[in-house]
Each structure stands twice: as C-alpha cells, then as structure tokens.
C-alpha cells in the first residue's frame, strides 16, 4: 500500500445479518486527492459501504484500511482521530436543531477544542461560501431542506478535512443549492487537495474535474471509465 492511499479494501465483504452479504470480496483504492463518485441502484449498498469508511459497521470478512487504520477492531480512540480527519455529509443532514446553524457548523471545531475566535471565523467563512451568512442565527428547522444540506456541507468542510465522505448530498434539492454543493466540493478538491467519495444518482455533467466513478451492482463494484 502506497503512502498516497487513503482507502484500500481487500476482499472487504459487509453484512447485516450473518446469511447474506451485502457486498462481496469488494477491492478498491482510492489515492489522495482522488474525486470518486459511487454510483448504483438504490439498495445496491451504496451506503452500507460509506458506513465501513467511517466506522458505523463491523468489518464482516476482508479489510478496510483508511488513512492507515485498519478498520476492523480500530480503537475508540483511533477512530475518534480518524473522524476528526475525515467530513461526513448525510442523506439526512442530521444537524443539531436546538442550536443555531452557526453553532452546527461549528461543531467539528468545538470537538477538536479550537478557540472561539477561531471557530467564528471559519463558520462565517463556510457560511458564506453556501450563501447563509444571513442565516447563521437561524435554527435548522427554520430553513428549507436546500439551506439544511448546505449547513451540513458547511459543518463537513468546517475543519479543512482531508477526507470528505458524502451520501447523496444533492438527492432532494433544487438546482439552486446542488449547484453550490458541488462548486464547493470541486473548490474543496482544488484548493485543498482533499479526497472526496460521494454516493449519487446522478453526476453532474457541467462539473469539469477529474474523477472516477465505482458502480455497485449485485453486491460488487466494478469501475466505468
Ligand atoms: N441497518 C440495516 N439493517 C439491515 N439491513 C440493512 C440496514 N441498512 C441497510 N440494509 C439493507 O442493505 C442493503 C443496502 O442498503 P444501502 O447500503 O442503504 O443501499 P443504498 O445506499 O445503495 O440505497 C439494502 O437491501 C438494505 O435494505
Ligand atoms: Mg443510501
């Protein structure tokens, strides 16, 4: 494994129940910087795998190592570490809707103990970026499902993750706020150099970056080029 890996599974099979894996003898790498689009039907897995790069599902056979971990049996601690590095954006935005969408984003930097000034700063410099500085003393449920999502995106980027991990970020939205979600994550790559894996049903065609894209069918992945 190259020090420019990320994610590398070998034979990484996950299940639910004991019977019946999801996803089977799943190998994949994914280096640094790399923008990778996870494609597939609904209820292919998509998901299930996003959950194994994060640590919210027992490894059931193979491996899954990332950034250097292994993630079958990885400590507390080290996984502690490991999200501190990584950004996660979920279908369902699951923000904190008795605080404020400034103190949401802030939540990554409050967990890795930076200072107020610090944490202010970068959430009004996210929240300008998803164009909702006007929104920062508002309350998540004050806001439409678009607003909601570019507040977790805001709370995923607001720690300069080197890792970026999103599950259908645009599913439900309108043009308007997919356009900012996917300038942003396209910002994130260039600027920052950040590897990022989004779950989608579909890519967006004015996007011009690089990236590849993993289908997953009948419990394998296979990579369209
Ligand atoms: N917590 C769970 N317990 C049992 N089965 C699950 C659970 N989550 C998902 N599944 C099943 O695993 C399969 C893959 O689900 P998922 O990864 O969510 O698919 P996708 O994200 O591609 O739509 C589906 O058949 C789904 O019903
Ligand atoms: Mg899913």
Redesign the pocket.
């Known amino acids: 494994m190259s020090t420019n890996t990320v994610v590398k599974t070998n034979n990484l099979s996950l299940f ?2 004991p019977r019946e894996p ?1 996803l089977k003898n799943i190998n994949l790498e994914v280096t640094n910087g790399e923008f990778v689009f996870l494609t ?10 996003l959950k194994s790069i994060y640590g919210e599902i027992a490894i059931g056979s193979g491996e899954i190592i990332v950034n250097g971990f292994r993630m079958k049996n990885i400590s507390k601690s080290n996984l502690s570490l490991l999200r501190r590095h990584t950004g996660v954006i979920f279908q369902d935005f699951k923000l904190i809707n008795e605080w404020t969408v400034e103190k949401n984003v802030m939540l990554p930097l409050i967990i890795a103990g930076y200072s107020k000034e610090v944490c202010t700063h970068q959430a009004k410099k996210l929240l300008t970026h998803v164009k909702l500085l006007q929104k920062a003393q508002n309350y998540p449920l004050e806001l439409s499902g678009g607003e909601q999502q570019r507040v977790a995106m805001a709370r995923a980027l607001a720690h300069n993750p080197k890792l970026i991990v999103a ?1 259908e970020p645009t599913g439900n939205l309108d043009e308007f706020s997919s356009n900012i979600i996917w300038n942003l994550l396209k910002n994130v790559k260039e600027h920052l150099g950040s590897t990022i894996i989004v ?1 989608t049903h579909k890519i967006p065609s004015n996007l011009s970056i690089e990236y590849k894209q993993y289908h ?1 069918d009948a419990g394998t992945i296979h990579e369209i080029s």
């Open positions: 639910y129940t999801i597939g039907k609904s209820g292919s897995g998509k998901s299930t795998f599950d779950v997953l």
